[in-house]
């Protein structure tokens, strides 16, 4: 893992101090709410429905068993006992008093965390995927780069009043697990002919109100120039990105008015003026921060454990679980675990306990290396674990609420926090991912079917990614009450696409209906083994619809 | 007297005897004085006055006037449109203007680091704020990750 240096530790004891006084000024009048609103936020500080919310960056989604134990004491000391991970590798607190805030600051700066830019109109916490630096399918490991942009992108002056937020995601693996076709900026890492590291750079990628997949500007871009360009393209960003309206703000609006040749010109112009300057990376910068990612210790072990193989021939759960939450390693003997937080009816999505996060910071140390990952679609990341452990892990897991064998199944949902909590939301979000959990109880049923992503979002916004969920949920308003407007065909990675809209909006008793009905449909279609996406793709929506919308032209006949 | 902090020779002071008056309205009756103009008015008589620019407007324009223009301004119409951020950065490490750049409008104490480091070097601070309290925000932060104006090496260069 990264370890803070001089530098990295004084600028974020320097961050809380300016902060403290920043919220001392506002408590006493000084600064108006108007004022305080963008310092706020770029310290991670949102109001929400009933009280502040912090949001924690964990970059790129990796942190220590000790940075686990923090954010457990802040659940504990500062919080109602638990956190929320988020669908950005994020961690956000919901019960949050503001006086206190510099403190929750402080104890994270000692064990090198911040709250840094993870909210506002400037770029976010940079993210990858959670099985960076392990995955069987990885090409180069991103994580230097990604802390490399971090650090370039931390209270980068120029650009912290952005028209609006920016996101930036970067992936090297033969999967995309960063959905980085779904930022304003994503990265692709690969290998050039000559075996140097190249940049594929999308841009206009993002969600929201107008979610549109990203579209490519660079192709084979050598990594040195990575800052560079970046920056060049913030700067056309910041210059002409519109100021005028919220929704129209991003840089995918920007993007679509321009067209992709005529942005990509702008910033193949700007960046003329700044390549093979200052900006451009330095081996001994990259060698630095890379040294900081060497692969642990590994073990000589064989890739076959007599134990292991024991298990799951005679624990058919134990079997069930690792089809599903045991991600190959590349790294002989050993497996990337999937710690689900998706337990169903006992706790939303996402949701973990002071508790938990104490015993997985404990499991990190005894069955691996002391890290652990957030993954994007919110569930934890044991990176290294040792197969002949995993059953010793899986049986604490199970005793802890952290044993689901649902990875990918559909009650792997995706959620925001929803109108229980979030201040912007037209719907709640936690009630509707509960009810349909609790529809979809028979895990054998569950695993029949097979990957099933379904994501839901309280808004527009779209903080649970509805629009790339095989099937999407998506709260909305009508006239005060809330209800629910369904997307099917939508999915993340290589073969990304927006769910379609299948047809009027239902209530919230009806969701967990009209899934079934879906699923339904899909299990009548299905062929052989096919994945619900597939079959989709084969019989098109109008099967679905069908089944959903059986009798309105009766009714309103 | 126009609550202004200036950079001279790395150091911060308070401006008491500041000689420029920013004029908005271009109907209005015009002071006696030095002046600082809107962009369209400067351009119809570019001998004289000073400059200020709106964030909608082309920095590169000035280009061409810059051995007889006394002073640049960058208009905030709001502290959170950071357009003149950029426009400083354009002016300063792409055009080569040497002269004083001020930062005009909604100037507020917690963005001044931030303008200082793009390349203003005299701040206006809005009219109902202390400029003794605003001269607290200069200085900022002692790390700085990238680059700016003021520090064009990243700390990769400087480590």
């Given amino acids: 893992?990264?370890?803070?240096?001089?530098?990295?530790?004084?600028?974020?004891?320097?961050?809380?101090?300016?902060?403290?006084?920043?919220?001392?000024?506002?408590?006493?009048?000084?600064?108006?709410?108007?004022?305080?609103?963008?310092?706020?936020?770029?310290?991670?500080?949102?109001?929400?429905?009933?009280?502040?919310?912090?949001?924690?960056?964990?970059?790129?989604?990796?942190?220590?068993?000790?940075?686990?134990?923090?954010?457990?004491?802040?659940?504990?000391?500062?919080?109602?006992?638990?956190?929320?991970?988020?669908?950005?590798?994020?961690?956000?607190?919901?019960?949050?008093?503001?006086?206190?805030?510099?403190?929750?600051?402080?104890?994270?700066?000692?064990?090198?965390?911040?709250?840094?830019?993870?909210?506002?109109?400037c770029v976010r916490n940079i993210t990858t995927e959670a099985f960076a630096g392990v995955a069987a399918d990885e090409l180069i490991d991103p994580r230097p780069l990604a802390e490399i942009l971090r650090q370039w992108s931390t209270i980068n002056p120029e650009f912290?009043?952005?028209?609006?937020?920016?996101?930036?995601?970067?992936?090297?693996?033969?999967?995309?697990?960063?959905?980085?076709?779904?930022?304003?900026?994503?990265?692709?890492?690969?290998?050039?002919?000559?075996?140097?590291?190249?940049?594929?750079?999308?841009?206009?990628?993002?969600?929201?109100?107008t979610p549109i997949l990203g579209l490519q500007i660079r192709e084979g871009l050598p990594w040195q120039h990575l800052?560079?360009?970046?920056?060049?393209?913030?700067?056309?960003?910041?210059?002409?990105?519109?100021?005028?309206?919220?929704?129209?703000?991003?840089?995918?609006?920007?993007?679509?008015?321009?067209?992709?040749?005529?942005?990509?010109?702008?910033?193949?112009?700007?960046?003329?003026?700044?390549?093979?300057?200052?900006?451009?990376?330095?081996?001994?910068?990259?060698?630095?921060?890379?040294?900081a990612f060497v692969p642990p210790d590994y073990r000589s072990l064989s890739d076959t454990d007599l134990e292991f193989g024991t298990r799951l021939a005679e624990n058919p759960t134990f079997a069930r679980w690792?089809?599903?939450?045991?991600?190959?390693?590349?790294?002989?003997?050993?497996?990337?675990?999937?710690?689900?937080?998706?337990?169903?009816?006992?706790?939303?999505?996402?949701?973990?306990?002071?508790?938990?996060?104490?015993?997985?910071?404990?499991?990190?140390?005894?069955?691996?290396?002391?890290?652990?990952?957030?993954?994007?679609?919110?569930?934890?990341v044991l990176p290294d674990v040792p197969k002949a452990d995993l059953f010793a892990l899986w049986s604490r897991a199970c005793e802890h609420g952290l044993g689901s064998a649902n990875v990918g199944l559909l009650t792997d949902i995706i959620a925001c926090p929803g109108g229980d909590f979030c201040a912007l939301a037209n719907a709640k979000s936690i009630p509707i991912a509960q009810g349909i959990q609790a529809r979809f109880e028979d895990l054998d049923y569950l695993h029949d079917l097979g990957d099933i992503s379904l994501n839901i979002s309280g808004c527009m916004n779209a903080c649970g990614h509805h629009h790339i969920g095989n099937i999407g949920i998506l709260g909305v308003d009508k006239n005060g009450s809330e209800w629910y407007q369904i997307t099917l065909g939508g999915a993340q990675g290589k073969h990304s696409a927006l769910g379609k809209v299948i047809g009027p909006s239902f209530s919230a008793v009806e969701v967990p209906d009209v899934i079934e009905r879906i699923i339904a449909t899909f299990a009548r279609y299905r062929e052989s083994e096919e994945l619900f996406v597939d079959t989709l793709q084969r019989i098109g929506l109008e099967p679905f619809k069908e089944a959903v919308y059986p009798k309105v032209l009766e009714v309103s006949a | 007297m126009n609550n202004l902090l200036r950079l001279e020779a790395g150091e911060a002071r308070i401006v008491a005897d500041d000689p420029w008056t920013l004029i908005r309205d271009i109907e209005a009756e015009q002071p006696a004085g030095q002046l600082i103009v809107p962009l369209a008015r400067w351009l119809e008589d570019p001998q004289q006055h000073g400059v200020w620019l709106g964030p909608d407007d082309e920095v590169e324009c000035l280009k061409p006037w810059f051995a007889q223009l006394p002073l640049i301004a960058l208009d905030f119409p709001s502290f959170r449109d950071g357009r003149a951020y950029s426009q400083a950065y354009l002016l300063r490490t792409r055009l080569g203007w040497t002269g004083e750049l001020r930062a005009v409008g909604d100037v507020l104490r917690d963005q001044l680091s931030h303008m200082r480091q793009c390349g203003f070097d005299s701040f206006a601070v809005r009219e109902d704020k202390s400029v003794e309290d605003a001269l607290k925000g200069l200085a900022g932060m002692s790390v700085l990750y990238g680059r700016s104006v003021i520090e064009p090496r990243p700390l990769f260069r400087r480590r």
Wanted: contains cysteine; neutral net charge.
């Fill in chain 1, 1 to 121: 893992m990264y370890q803070y240096d001089d530098y990295d530790r004084a600028l974020v004891f320097e961050r809380v101090a300016q902060f403290r006084d920043q919220v001392e000024r506002f408590m006493a009048g000084e600064l108006s709410e108007e004022e305080f609103l963008p310092l706020r936020l770029q310290n991670g500080l949102y109001m929400q429905k009933h009280a502040y919310m912090l949001r924690v960056a964990i970059p790129y989604g990796t942190l220590s068993a000790r940075q686990m134990r923090t954010l457990a004491s802040i659940a504990r000391d500062y919080d109602r006992g638990y956190g929320h991970f988020t669908t950005r590798q994020n961690m956000q607190f919901n019960w949050i008093e503001l006086a206190l805030v510099p403190e929750i600051l402080e104890r994270l700066a000692e064990v090198e965390m911040h709250a840094i830019q993870t909210s506002g109109n």
């Fill in chain 1, 322 to 380: 690792v089809s599903r939450n045991v991600q190959p390693h590349k790294v002989p003997g050993y497996a990337s675990v999937v710690l689900s937080t998706k337990p169903g009816i006992a706790s939303p999505p996402g949701d973990v306990t002071g508790e938990q996060m104490d015993v997985v910071a404990g499991w990190s140390e005894q069955f691996g290396f002391g890290e652990i990952r957030i993954a994007h679609e919110q569930n934890i």
């Fill in chain 1, 227 to 291: 800052l560079s360009y970046v920056e060049a393209v913030l700067r056309v960003y910041n210059r002409h990105g519109r100021r005028d309206n919220k929704y129209k703000a991003r840089i995918k609006i920007l993007v679509k008015a321009l067209g992709i040749e005529a942005f990509a010109r702008e910033v193949e112009e700007e960046w003329q003026y700044l390549k093979e300057g200052p900006a451009q990376l330095t081996g001994v910068e990259y060698e630095r921060v890379a040294s």
């Fill in chain 1, 160 to 209: 912290l009043f952005l028209p609006r937020k920016f996101k930036i995601a970067i992936c090297s693996a033969e999967q995309d697990r960063a959905a980085i076709m779904m930022h304003d900026i994503g990265l692709y890492l690969y290998t050039g002919a000559d075996g140097q590291m190249l940049l594929r750079v999308i841009v206009g990628g993002g969600l929201g109100r």
